[in-house]
């Protein structure tokens, strides 16, 4: 048997404002943007460049109770973790485009990494793994 995890769900305010942090600042690549008119809502992909894994799916917030999960959908906690094959390329390029880091660079047994907060305030890890 083979599984993989194909898409992880991020709850989003807005598409728009979602594609151009992710796309225009973080440098994912756009997978799709379909309209889906039975439900009223897109099919937003976007991935890390040259990645093939797992992709992000952006999703709109479509009910009041989903609101509250924009930006803490992992009460707090690193929830996505972005590795790199250049920590101090990414780290700087990403200071250099605004992105806020909450934690600063360090370098742990396992490899250099730093907390980062996208738009929404959810935290992700840079992380260059040692191989």
């Given at each position: 048997?083979?599984q993989?995890?194909?898409?992880?769900?991020?709850?989003?305010?807005?598409?728009?404002e979602a594609?151009?942090?992710?796309?225009?600042?973080?440098?994912?690549?756009?997978?799709e943007?379909?309209?889906?008119?039975?439900?009223?809502?897109?099919?937003?992909?976007?991935?890390?460049?040259?990645?093939?894994?797992?992709?992000?799916?952006?999703a709109?917030?479509?009910?009041?109770?989903?609101?509250?999960?924009?930006?803490?959908?992992c009460?707090?906690?690193?929830?996505l973790?972005?590795?790199?094959d250049d920590?101090?390329?990414?780290?700087?390029?990403?200071?250099e485009?605004?992105?806020?880091?909450i934690?600063?660079?360090?370098?742990a047994?396992?490899?250099?990494?730093?907390?980062?907060?996208?738009?929404?305030?959810?935290?992700?890890?840079?992380?260059?793994?040692?191989?």
């Open positions: 048997m083979k993989s995890i194909a898409h992880i769900a991020l709850v989003v305010r807005d598409y728009d594609l151009d942090f992710y796309v225009n600042i973080l440098g994912f690549t756009l997978v943007d379909t309209y889906q008119p039975e439900q009223d809502k897109r099919w937003v992909v976007v991935a890390p460049p040259n990645s093939s894994g797992t992709t992000l799916l952006l709109r917030a479509s009910k009041p109770e989903q609101i509250s999960f924009i930006g803490n959908q009460g707090g906690r690193v929830f973790f972005l590795s790199t920590f101090w390329r990414d780290y700087h390029s990403m200071v485009k605004g992105i806020t880091f934690r600063d660079p360090k370098v047994e396992y490899g250099t990494v730093a907390v980062f907060s996208d738009l929404y305030g959810n935290l992700w890890d840079l992380v260059e793994f040692l191989h």
